[in-house]
């Protein structure tokens, strides 16, 4: 009769604990005290070490723009900056941002009251996160009023133009 040996398995050799550099430890430290104080930028210098913490920003991405329907007197107001008339139609701000006219301040604006504007034309652009944003026309139309003034603020869905269609 054969006596077979049974193997023994030496015991699995446990994962050495990964010693955490100092460095680590206040790049963590760093990041940590960023978070609890909503804090976007950090810069660290000391010891040879230069360091910046920056929060990635959510990418702007462009909305289509929200032309037509009635629009209350209070959403007028507010877009128009004090605006009485009501409005039947209004082209309004698919995004925040600040609204402006024409390409540059000394270009000519984009659609004047009283012009046609043809579908697809620009008539607008809103900045956001330094980003513009091109607001086109979606039919053809005649701009009756500029509701909101070159360079101010606009929040989505404050009505920017009162048009009738063509």
């Known amino acids: 009769m054969k006596k077979t040996a049974a193997k023994k398995t030496a015991p699995a050799k446990k994962a050495a604990a990964v010693k955490e550099s100092p460095i680590l430890k206040e790049v963590k430290q760093l990041y940590g005290f960023m978070q609890d104080n909503n804090i976007d930028t950090i810069e660290y210098d000391q010891k040879g070490l230069y360091l910046r913490l920056v929060k990635a920003k959510p990418a702007v991405v462009p909305v289509p723009v929200n032309v037509g329907g009635t629009a209350a007197a209070s959403g007028v107001a507010a877009g128009g900056a004090g605006a009485q008339e009501q409005y039947k139609e209004v082209i309004k701000s698919s995004l ?19 012009a046609r504007v043809n579908k697809g034309d620009v008539i607008c652009l809103i900045e956001a996160m330094k980003v513009f944003n091109e607001v086109r026309a979606e039919f053809p139309c005649i701009i009756k009023k500029v509701l909101v003034e070159n360079g101010k603020p606009v929040k989505q869905g404050d009505a920017l133009f009162a048009f009738e269609r063509v």
């Open 96 to 114: 925040t941002g600040i609204f402006f006219r024409g390409s540059t301040p000394s270009a000519p604006p984009f659609a004047k009251e009283g």
